[in-house]
């Protein structure tokens, strides 16, 4: 692989991990706004959130391959849910996941972002523990 393709390869990783723990981060947002009612969390959630967007480039979009992705297809424990804690856990899970790629994947571009990443999903974990003591 030329080093130009493996560029493009990893910026279409850097985007859908991108892309993943900003979705994980609004759903356990908004559960923890519409269900849980918890202003204190809501508000950590949506900062952390928002800090994301300094690691966009829309350069990056262009390397998106929805078509080609080998594993959009949903497998079935993703769709086994009993209850809100478990769409809770599994996104965390997910946000925590995509914090620590995008941590590793930026020590080759960035190390202020990589930085970043680790220290949001250390943050990540500390507002997973604050939510376990709310419910």
Do not use: P
């Given at each position: 692989m030329t080093i130009k393709?493996?560029?493009k390869k990893i910026e279409r990783l850097i985007d859908?991990?991108?892309n993943r723990l900003k979705e994980g981060i609004r759903v356990v947002e908004d559960i923890c706004r519409y269900i849980y009612d918890d202003k204190s969390l809501t508000s950590k959630?949506?900062?952390a959130r928002h800090s994301i967007q300094k690691a966009y480039n829309q350069d990056r979009i262009i390397n998106r391959d929805i078509l080609g992705d080998i594993q959009k297809t949903t497998i079935?424990?993703?769709?086994q849910r009993e209850n809100i804690n478990d769409i809770i856990i599994a996104n965390f899970s997910r946000s925590q996941e995509s914090a620590r790629v995008l941590e590793e994947m930026f020590k080759l571009m960035d190390m202020k972002l990589s930085e970043y990443f680790k220290y949001l999903?250390?943050?990540l974990y500390e507002i997973e523990r604050l939510f376990v003591?709310?419910?």
């Amino acid at each position: 692989m030329t080093i130009k393709k493996q560029e493009k390869k990893i910026e279409r990783l850097i985007d859908a991990n991108l892309n993943r723990l900003k979705e994980g981060i609004r759903v356990v947002e908004d559960i923890c706004r519409y269900i849980y009612d918890d202003k204190s969390l809501t508000s950590k959630l949506k900062k952390a959130r928002h800090s994301i967007q300094k690691a966009y480039n829309q350069d990056r979009i262009i390397n998106r391959d929805i078509l080609g992705d080998i594993q959009k297809t949903t497998i079935k424990s993703e769709l086994q849910r009993e209850n809100i804690n478990d769409i809770i856990i599994a996104n965390f899970s997910r946000s925590q996941e995509s914090a620590r790629v995008l941590e590793e994947m930026f020590k080759l571009m960035d190390m202020k972002l990589s930085e970043y990443f680790k220290y949001l999903r250390y943050e990540l974990y500390e507002i997973e523990r604050l939510f376990v003591k709310l419910i």
